[in-house]
């Protein structure tokens, strides 16, 4: 699974680099104040904790443009997490596969720092919480902080759908080892309103 995910990450990212690199550094408004939009979205991560083997989320987002370029998104998501709980027996330890399904809620803030009337390329942050049925990590807790960022492109293909592709860091719980770091990538379509 752990070179699935990195084979994802390294084509979201050519796939970002390449959208970059043919919309040039001419500046536009593609997105201007008032304006908003809705983002059906799917993610994959792969996680730098041992018991945690993939995190897989799907959802959606509402953005609206406060500036030209520059968004506050709403998010909810349907969460997966792929994990292994750890145990005592009379021989030593064991593992066993213990996911976790959650639903997440998200607050960002997303700016276009690069756009043109094709493409743009974006910078976005944000906090919210994950609400799972089972401890996540499995020493950790079923209610949890969640902190993010991203970096990505949207390319258009219509006046109102543009594609949407980012590399993304998510973190969830404490930050230690009941937390999560995750590494992964975005999918999404933009419809603009």
């Known amino acids: ?3 699935l995910l990195k084979k994802l990450m390294l084509v979201l990212a050519a796939v970002c680099l390449t959208l970059a690199a043919t919309a040039g550094w001419v500046m536009a408004q593609n997105f201007s104040a008032g304006s908003f939009n809705f983002e059906p979205r799917f993610s994959a991560y792969g996680t730098t904790n041992a ?20 968004a506050v998104e709403a998010e909810g998501m349907g969460v997966y997490v792929d994990q ?3 145990f005592e027996t009379a021989l030593g330890y064991g593992n066993k596969s213990d996911p976790a399904n959650g639903i997440g809620a998200n ?11 094709q493409a743009t390329m974006f910078a976005g942050a944000g906090f919210g919480g994950l609400w799972a049925d089972a401890k996540t990590p499995y020493n950790g807790f079923e209610n949890n902080l969640t902190e993010n960022g991203e970096i990505g492109a949207t390319y258009s293909l219509t006046q109102q759908l543009s594609l949407k592709g980012s ?8 930050f230690n080892n009941q937390g999560i770091n995750a590494f992964g990538g975005t999918l999404g379509l933009n419809v603009s309103f």
């Open 1 to 3: 699974m752990d070179a």
């Open 51 to 70: 018991r945690v083997n993939s995190i897989m989320t799907y959802g959606g987002a509402f953005n609206y443009y406060v500036f030209d370029n520059f």
């Open 84 to 86: 292994n709980k750890r």
């Open 107 to 117: 607050f960002n803030l997303r700016w276009h720092f690069v756009a043109t009337s």
């Open 167 to 174: 590399v993304k860091y998510l973190h969830i719980g404490q």
